[in-house]
């Protein structure tokens, strides 16, 4: 995140922009690159893909007139984001609203991912991903980690679990995104105090 902000520092504004990018990135691209591959799959195995169980999900949009879900989504997860950064957030919703309006923010352009590499296509029998380097990935990642210069980066503070802080953005976060994911594949949502005793009998 660090290297992602301007000069390395972190705001308010940026961590709202790391929040959007993270809705795209869990409910909108891989949706749509989860399609396009059964779709591909489909037509060059003549096989229906998305039959039984299986439901066909569907892409957030952000171009969408009801933003209701998106704006709660990034509410509890821009929140989030302040604790560990030690930042003040902002809790009043019709200042939050303005600062989502006056930031511009624009859903990225997709592109049909390749089908020849480890991008997502599916196979018929797994009907997930086919990656078969992510122990290279892993590897190069823990390089990256080693390597990185850490002289100057921003204190980050963990975060305990806490369900029973209405203060904490953890319910929150948890209730929109549960939502967001029933929203893709359009089950039922699930109220916030329901999330909560489900959450509360999670044992970190």
């Known amino acids: 995140i660090q290297k992602q902000a301007t000069g390395g520092a972190i705001d308010f504004f940026f961590l709202i922009q ?19 591959s059964a779709d591909a799959m489909e037509e060059s195995s003549g096989k229906k893909f998305w039959t039984g169980t299986k439901r066909r999900p569907r892409p957030v949009d952000w171009n969408a007139s009801d933003k209701t879900l998106l704006m ?20 009043d919703r019709n200042t939050f609203e303005k600062m989502i309006n006056g930031l511009t923010l624009q859903q990225p352009e997709w592109s049909p991912p390749s089908l020849d590499n480890d ?47 209405d203060l904490n953005f953890h319910i929150d976060f948890l209730t929109a995104a549960t939502n967001l994911r029933a929203w893709n594949y359009e089950i039922k949502e699930s109220p916030r105090h329901k999330v909560k005793v489900i959450a509360g009998r999670i044992i970190p």
């Open 119 to 165: 991008s997502g296509m599916l196979t018929e029998e797994e009907g997930e991903d086919t990656t078969t380097n992510n122990e290279d990935k892993l590897e190069k990642l823990k390089a990256d980690l080693y390597n990185f210069d850490t002289s100057n980066l921003q204190k980050a503070y963990p975060q305990e679990f806490e369900k029973d802080d």
């Open 18 to 36: 790391v929040a959007f990018d993270r809705l795209m990135g869990d409910y909108r691209t891989p949706i749509l690159n989860l399609c396009y």
């Open 72 to 91: 709660e989504y990034l509410y509890s997860t821009s929140g989030l984001y302040a604790a560990v950064w030690n930042i003040d957030c902002v809790r």
